[in-house]
C-alpha cells in the first residue's frame, strides 16, 4: 500500500484502561474511574427527560444544519447562528482546522505539554511542528512568539491546559494577540472554559470583535456529562466558519447527540451546581498534597496533576490494583506524577486514602 510517510511511524490514540478491564485483570467488583476528566455527576436531568421522550426514527439522516443545537448554543453565547460549527466532538473541529489550513511547507506552533491531538493532526498534514515547553506549568507565550515566521499558519493555546490545569490571564493573552500577525489562526481550546473560577481569566467570546484570528474551541464531554454522545463545537467570525465549512463530513453530529447537547446547555443550574463541587474536590486535593508534601498544579479544571517523585506507573499500577483507575503522567509528559479527575466527595476520598497508603508503603520499604 502506498501510505503517506507521516502514517508510517504515527501512533493511534491510546485511551486509559476501561473499568470492565480492570475488574477483569484484578478480579475487583467495583471500579472507579477518575482518569479521563468527566463529570462524575453525569448530566443534566433535563438530558434523560429528553431521551425518555424522544420519539425513534432512526431511518433518517441528522439534520445537516443543526439546527436545534446551533439555535441553543447561540443563544447561549448571544451570538450569530453562523459563527459556529460543530464536531464530533472537538477534537474533530480541531481535525477540520488541520486539514484546512496546514500542509507541508507551513508549520503550527503549540505548547507541550499540551493535548496530543494538535500535533497529532499536523502531522498527518505533514506540516512542520514547533513545540514550546511549558514554563512552571504555563504557556510560554514570548518564546511561542518567537517562533512565528513566515510560514506560521496556526497557534495553539490550550487554557485550562491539559494536564497541568493552569490558565492564561486576560493581559498576557490580549498581549499576546496583539503581536500576532493577522493572518495566522490562533486557536483557544477552552474545553474546561465552565470550570474556571479565576477572575483574571479572558472572556474570549469579548475577543472576536476585536481579533478577527482567533477560534474558540468548547465542548459537551466535560462539564455537561455527555462524553459518550461526542458533541463539540468551535465559535469564530462568519468568514472563518464558511470557510472550514466544506471540510466537514455531512452529518457528523448524530440526531440524539444534537438533542441532548441543546437540552443540555440551557440547564446552566446544573452546571453551576457542578462547577461548585468540582471547586470543594480540588481543594480537599490540595489539602491532601500540602499534608503529604506532593507537589502539584492549582487547577482550573476538573483535574489536578499531582508529582509523586517516584515512576507515575507505579503509582498508576498501585492504585488501580486498590479499585481506582488515574491517569499515569509518563504519557502526558509528566513520568513521576498522575493527572487524577476531581469526581465526587466519597471517590475523592476513598482515592486520597488509597494514595496515602501508596505514600506510606513507599516510605517504609
Known sequence: MRWKNAILDLKPYQPGKSIEEVKK??????ITKLASNENPFGCSPE?????????????????????????????????????????????????????????????????????????????LEGAEIREVELVDGEHD?????????????????????NPTGTYIQETKLNAFLEKVPQDILVVLDEAYYEYVEADDYPESIKLLEKYKNIMILRTFSKIYGLASFRVGYGISSEEIISRLEPAREPFNVNSLAMLVAAKAIQDQDFIQKCKTENRKGLHAYYSFCEAEGLSYYPSQGN?????????????????????????????????????VTVGTEEQNEGLMKAMKEFLHETVTT
Open 141 to 161: 507565550l514570548d518564546s511561542m512568539l518567537r517562533q512565528i515566521d513566515e510560514n506560521t499558519a496556526v497557534i495553539w493555546l490550550c487554557s485550562p491546559n
Open 47 to 123: 438530558v434523560l427527560k429528553a431521551l425518555h421522550e424522544k420519539k425513534n426514527n432512526f431511518a433518517l439522516y441528522p439534520d445537516g444544519y443543526a439546527t436545534i443545537l446551533r439555535e441553543a448554543v447561540a443563544k447561549h453565547h448571544g451570538l450569530s447562528e453562523k459563527q459556529f460549527i460543530f464536531g464530533n466532538g472537538s477534537d474533530e473541529v480541531i481535525q477540520l482546522i488541520s486539514r484546512s489550513i496546514l500542509e507541508p511547507g507551513k508549520n503550527t506552533i503549540m505548547p507541550t505539554p499540551s493535548f496530543p491531538q494538535y500535533k497529532h493532526n499536523a502531522i
Open 25 to 30: 485483570m484484578f478480579g475487583l467488583e467495583k
Open 303 to 339: 483535574f489536578i496533576l499531582i508529582d509523586f517523585g517516584v515512576d507515575g506507573d507505579e503509582v498508576f499500577q498501585y492504585l488501580m490494583r486498590k479499585g481506582y483507575i488515574v491517569r499515569s503522567g509518563k504519557a502526558l509528559g509528566f513520568p513521576t506524577a498522575v493527572r
